[in-house]
């Protein structure tokens, strides 16, 4: 399996967990430009919820989560406010899921970062 595929069956992971809490996955994978990408864009109650996901086999060079740096998360926000601008949206929230495969499957997920 290579890193894309890896990368889809996380996020197909977390979209199976975010349904089961109640969320509407409304668009996967939505592009912004070359350096912005928003993994999940859902709706939860009234809310558009942007959502990025990491995935990682195991924890051995560090967590999910520890892999979004300050600069990732400047990009994706860029994404989001392009996003909130062209469709009028003006309540939303960023979170982001991390997913460890092995030993055991783990799903963190940190909301309104």
Known sequence: MNNREFGTKGEDLA?????KNGY???ERNKHFSKL??????????????FIEVKTRKTNAYGTPLE???????????TGVLSYLAENKISDYQIDVIGIT?????????????
């Open 24 to 26: 509407e996955i409304l």
């Open 15 to 19: 979209c199976e967990y975010l349904k």
């Open 36 to 49: 912005c990408e928003v993994d999940i864009i859902a709706k939860y109650k009234n809310k558009i919820i």
């Open 67 to 77: 892999a979004i740096t300050k600069n990732k998360y400047k990009n994706i926000k």
């Open 101 to 113: 495969i092995h030993p055991t499957l783990r799903i963190e997920h940190l909301k309104n970062v």
